[in-house]
């Protein structure tokens, strides 16, 4: 078992933005950390699921410069009530009581208190690999020169050989987030692989937004198609925002799939640079302005030999669903079988509703289209 970190996160107020990046900026990538967010008075720098937030110091409401906020790590989710009982005993000022705010890291799970100078201080313990999911087997899939963790869902009726799906999560996800996805799928006959990208909760190496990403899951394609239940005749790969983009640019290494869906993803990394700011440093470390056509899927159209189905709700302001609208052209312009469901209403985040909506629109599509292959 690897050694838990003691730094979960931490966020500072300096005295000038723009001095203070171009500071951190010649120390903290060799760390692994980059720009995954900005805006006007603050940055977020991030290692995996490690944040650092730096705040811009205002007239009036200024505490520095100097640390706003410490996030330690715990051994357990009992050590974070044990310190939340002796901080309570001893009178200290307590923010929050123990609880879930995954939003943060997969499992996070905290107590906010102030120190005796007026710091906060948040004790967190969040998952160190992906947990153990009651119905389905926990797997490790070879990729590209890396190991990717997942969850492996069999169909609980129906004969082998069945149709295979691999399940792709976005940005600063994990396989545990597409378990729904993954239920829903063996409940209507398919063998799904849940699978988290290299660099997040339970695969090796570094998240690259689409780089070696897909060649990681030509990999899995490989793995999945020898499995005993599966018909490698009847594979697809579904995504979700990163995930999304994965599937597409795989499918354009024509892999034996014979489909792929893409959920509200970004299809052309320079114009999603251009349309959110918040976007732009990140894409900006990471991929620098040459790194962004490769991880474009619209620019790999002509070699997509497969239907696609593309998902966006028409509200998303993480990725505008001019994303895929583009990508929908760019398919048909070049004779490529696909289909766009736009969502009313929808957000980068699906409501329930618009998450049945959306399944049932997808299973259809396999229907249809695994059955065909």
Known sequence: MRPRPSFAGAAIEVSDLGR?????????PMLGFRRVWASPDRVMWSRGYDHFVMRQAKDGVSYGPGALWLAVSAESRAQVDQVYAALKESGAEILQKPQELDYFAPGFYSVGFRDPDGVP????HRWDELPEVADAEQVRVPGHGVTLGGYFFKPQAGTPPYPA???LHGFAGHAHNMVGLAR????NGYVALALSLRGWLGSEGENDQGLRQPLDVLAAIDWLARRPLVDPKRLALVGASMGGQVALLAAAHKPPVGAVASFYAATDLARWRDANPFVRDYLDDLCGPEGLPVRSPILRVAQIDVPVLLVHGDRDENVSVEQTLAMTEALKSHGKEVETFIVPGGTHFFTEQQNAQTRRKLFDFLRRHLNRS
Do not use: G, K, Q, Y
């Not at 829903?184 to 409940?187: E, I, L, T, V, Y």
């Open 184 to 187: 829903a799928a063996a409940n």
């Open 20 to 28: 203070s990046v171009a500071f951190h900026r010649v120390w903290l």
């Open 121 to 124: 201080i948040e004790v967190a």
């Open 165 to 167: 799906l691999i399940l």
